[in-house]
């Protein structure tokens, strides 16, 4: 095959880590150019795009997954490598359509669905975790350490340097592809070379939504992941704009703030997350996890000041214990081959969350106007902005009606997790749909959308 050396779960590793440093590199001046771009009604702007990403998004990924399938998956990685970093160049070029072509560029922003199909191919189930593992947390790096080193080189050498950087590593990916990335998919584990049917039932991204009502356990613990899950969404679209351009953050402030975050986050559901879970048991995690969400969602809303937004992230870290937390019940309590039916409503689930909740932010901020009156001040020679009083003149009792908004819709998915029983046998009933959806019908078969955010969870080991 072509490629160097036998194909891997370093190959794929690698292919994350540049794609991922690359827009890292971005996050501050992407920041700058949306406000530039957007000066009024910045924020609806915004969760405009990434809401139009994500559903895009979501309607693709189980298409091209089964793509892959019969087409092999490094055709499938060049494309999305591609279309995903095709936006990068027109940042300085021209930012409308820099911003244009990120909303559409979601239909192939899928590169994770790919790499983790990848991985299936290579491993064993034995070995998948902590080969998914790996790879989540080379992304988590990716996004630790990038979003610094972009901000210092656009503050001493200027954005341009940045955005040219960025690309020169998107080309280096590709070419990475291109050159050194073996097919994983051997020609005789495919349904058929080119031409193959592809059903509809395989590419609905919407298979696993219509499974939700057929169990009542199942019922409560999706209505629990969508209610917790949309404010989320919503919250990491935008809220390095909110520290940016309402708060009054540093570029350099903001890419230590996802620094510190990332890795709090990466103790949390490691080292603290096992330790709940021996101690106070599955559900009793997953109730701490949402209340740490209200607690952090509610001091986002009404903090006015810098340090607490430090302290509410903090709390951020702890709340991200939730979702691995529910996974796990559902990986203790479903049957062995119900496994990757109920895995695949909650990953779809929150696939659809990642469309609504950034609009549903955006939204929001343009209800409460929530907007700017002038441009951010320059920055100080220490680094850090001058904050102005301009951030707060409008809403001085709730800074941030978005955040508070999620913690209501949390507290709902609070109250009813609390009918979520500890133990009970999830009997959601299967159909020939179930191979589609689970790594345990087909070894190869697509990977369920949102399984970019939480890899591990279509293991049945974890």
Known sequence: PQGIGSPSVYHAVIVIFLEFFAWGLLTAPTLVVLHETFP???????????????????????????????????????????????????????????????S????????????????????????????????????????????????????????????????????????????????????????????????????????????????????????????????????????????????????????AFIAVLGILSIIAQTIVLSLLMRSIGNKNTILLGLGFQILQLAWYGFGSEPWMMWAAGAVAAMSSITFPAVSALVSRTADADQQGVVQGMITGIRGLCNGLGPALYGFIFYIFHVELNELPMPESPSGSSVVTQYHLQQNSIIPGPPFLFGACSVL???????????????????????????????????????????????????
Not at 75 to 92: D, E, G, N, R
Not at 427 to 439: A, D, I, L, Q
């Open 40 to 102: 009024k009604h910045t924020f609806l702007m915004n969760g405009l795009i990434q809401g139009v990403k994500g559903l895009l998004s979501f309607l693709s990924a189980p298409l091209i997954g089964a793509l892959s399938d019969v087409w092999g998956r490094k055709s499938f990685l060049l494309l999305t490598v591609f279309f995903t970093c095709a936006p990068i160049p027109l940042m300085k070029i021209s930012p409308w359509w820099y911003f244009a072509v990120i």
């Open 104 to 255: 559409v560029s979601g239909v192939f922003a899928v590169t994770f669905s790919v790499v983790f199909a990848y991985v299936a191919d290579i491993t064993q189930e034995h070995e998948r975790s902590m080969a998914y593992g790996l790879v989540s947390a080379t992304f988590a790096a990716s996004l630790v350490t990038s979003p610094a080193i972009g901000a210092y080189l656009g503050r001493v050498y200027g954005d341009s340097l940045v955005v040219v950087l960025a690309t020169a590593i998107a080309l280096l990916d590709i070419c990475f592809i291109l050159v050194a990335v073996p097919e994983s998919l051997p020609e005789k584990m495919r349904p058929a070379s080119w031409g193959a049917p592809i059903s509809w039932e395989q590419a609905d991204p919407f298979a696993s939504l219509k499974k939700v009502g057929q169990d009542s356990i199942v019922l409560l613990i999706c209505i629990t992941v969508f209610l917790s899950y949309l404010p989320e969404a919503g919250q990491y679209s935008s809220f390095f704009l909110y520290l940016r351009q309402i708060m009054g953050f540093s570029s350099e402030s903001v890419a």
């Open 412 to 462: 709902l998915a609070l109250l009813v997790a609390l009918f979520i029983p500890e133990h009970t046998n999830l009997n959601v009933r299967s159909s020939n749909w179930k191979k589609h959806c689970g790594s345990h019908g087909h070894p190869h078969s697509p990977q369920a959308p949102g399984e970019a955010k939480e890899p591990l969870l279509q293991d049945t080991n974890v």
